[in-house]
């Protein structure tokens, strides 16, 4: 089993920050990329950023300048710090992590169960 756990998220003004975090755990052989989904009300689910096993990271143009993705491999987490906020920036936030688990082969897509961030104007 591998379970995704989420962290951070809540309700703060326009202008402020939040700091998502998200720690995998269980049967995992190697971790792939990992990365931050949201989906807002009505919405479809969207891309906020990415990073690979690499360091490589990606971001939304919605995001990018206000948005940073990190991870730590050694406590297979991944965080995304949130600055300069906006009410369009309010939505479940999902992690996504792709991994390779040790009871399977190949790689498998895990989701955690989404943390809402709400921010008012």
């Known amino acids: 089993q591998v379970q995704l756990v989420e962290s951070g998220g809540g309700l703060v003004q326009a202008g402020g920050s939040l700091r998502l975090s998200c720690a995998a755990s269980g049967s995992i052989l190697k971790i792939n990329a990992m990365g931050w989904y949201r989906q807002a009300p009505g919405q479809q689910r969207e891309l906020v950023a990415r990073v690979s096993s690499g360091g490589w990271t990606n971001y939304a143009d919605f995001v990018k300048g206000r948005f940073t993705i990190s991870r730590d491999n050694a406590k297979n987490t991944v965080a995304l710090q949130m600055n300069s906020l906006k009410p369009e920036d309010t939505a479940v936030y999902y992690c996504?992590?792709?991994?390779?688990?040790?009871?399977?082969?190949?790689?498998?897509?895990?989701w955690g169960k989404g943390t809402l961030v709400t921010v008012s104007s």
């Open positions: 996504n992590v792709n991994l390779n688990p040790g009871f399977s082969f190949g790689a498998m897509d895990y």
